[in-house]
């Protein structure tokens, strides 16, 4: 007997799959401005688990826009959060706040034209 599951299984999902998914990312990086940052994390994890589906289509280009905004977020996060002590912190995080919000709305549209971000 033969356990293996039928070939279908082992195939990529569609694009149109996983441009949704990638446009669920894009809402739950939005979401993180309510949740404390939590919905940022599970955006990631998405990111990373589905990286190989999307990778050489013209998706792989948001989902690593998705995962610097990321990065590059929780780094200046980080250095506001430091400068809190200087009295800056707000500054930082205020404009850490409109780079993002810039970013997933960029990406966000770019995704609904069926074009990849270009960086």
Known sequence: MNNRPPESEFTQPPLDDLKNL??????LQGLGF?????????????NYIKLDSVRDSWLESHFR????TFWYGLLWW????????????????????????????RGALT?????????
């Open 78 to 105: 980080v250095v506001g959060l430091v400068l809190w002590l200087l009295l800056l912190g707000w500054l930082v995080w205020g404009l850490l706040s409109l780079w993002a919000l810039y970013r997933i709305v």
């Open 34 to 46: 309510v949740t404390g940052g939590l919905t940022w994390v599970a955006a990631v994890m998405v």
């Open 22 to 27: 990638a446009l669920l990312v894009y809402i």
């Open 111 to 119: 995704l609904n034209d069926n074009k990849p971000i270009v960086f």
């Open 65 to 68: 826009w998705q995962i610097n």
